[in-house]
């Protein structure tokens, strides 16, 4: 199975910050990986999906990007409604792993 | 809308079966391949399951292979997870997920992301 890695667990940051987070795949996967938001007793939300193609009715303020192993989510300035929990998933190959997930908190 | 509502959840005690029901709705059913994705409590994301546009094809995870069968009625717009001899690392909310991309058949992409998600059920194991 590919691994997928999260980096880091945990950010603490403010509002207007400029945040990114980090997913490294353990082979190549292409650019087939999805970013997710999930809040607490929610469901995941897909953000971006084929590393950097926004999900219709995400605000601009997501962004993604890379290819092969190493990708980025960034978001250009943080949002009250942002802090949250973020998950990567490669869909490269079944089954489709998931990083670990990040954190962002206030 | 797209919608995915998930039922069947509860307190089963180990080696014991549930089946997990997934109504949809807002959309063409038949025309998309579906998944279930499970999340322990506190922890990430684990894909478990997905089943093909006719229900003809199927894939698991290992951890569940041989244990769970997912399956689907096209006519009720319903999918299934139907989870036997199950054991304390079950535990976790339950979602049924649709891969975005429209097809038929019995054909199953090389993966799949997940644009729309249920709201989840929790399977709790305990004696």
């Known amino acids: 199975d590919i691994q997928m890695t999260q980096s880091p667990s945990t950010l603490s940051a403010s509002v207007g910050d400029r945040v990114t987070i980090t997913c490294r795949a353990s082979?190549?996967?292409?650019?087939?990986l999805a970013w997710y938001q999930q809040k607490p007793g929610k469901a995941p939300k897909l953000l971006i999906y084929?590393?950097?193609s926004l999900e219709s009715g995400v605000p601009s303020r997501f962004s993604g990007s890379g290819s092969g192993t190493e990708f980025t989510l960034t978001i250009s300035s943080l949002q009250p409604d942002d802090f949250a929990t973020y998950y990567c998933?490669?869909?490269?190959?079944?089954?489709?792993?998931f990083g670990q997930g990040t954190k962002v908190e206030i | 809308q797209v919608q995915l509502v998930e039922s069947g959840g509860g307190v089963v005690q180990p080696g014991r079966s549930l089946r997990l029901s997934c109504a949809a709705s807002?959309?063409?059913?038949?025309?998309?391949?579906m998944h279930w994705v499970r999340q322990a409590p506190g922890k990430g994301l684990e894909w478990v399951a997905v089943?093909?546009?006719?229900?003809?094809?199927?894939y698991y995870a290992d951890s569940v292979k041989g244990r769970f069968t997912i399956s689907r009625d096209n006519s009720k717009n319903t999918l299934y997870l139907r989870m036997n001899s199950l054991r304390g690392d079950d535990r976790a909310v339950y979602y049924c997920?649709?891969?975005?991309?429209?097809?038929?058949?019995?054909?199953?992409?090389?993966?799949?992301?997940?644009?729309?998600w249920g709201q989840g059920t929790l399977v709790t194991v305990s004696s």
């Open positions: 997920a649709r891969d975005p991309e429209e097809g038929s058949g019995s054909q199953l992409p090389q993966s799949a992301y997940f644009d729309y």
């Open positions: 807002g959309f063409s059913f038949s025309n998309y391949t």
């Open positions: 089943i093909s546009y006719d229900g003809g094809n199927k």
């Open positions: 082979q190549s996967i292409s650019t087939w």
């Open positions: 084929k590393a950097s």
């Open positions: 998933q490669q869909y490269n190959s079944y089954p489709g792993t």
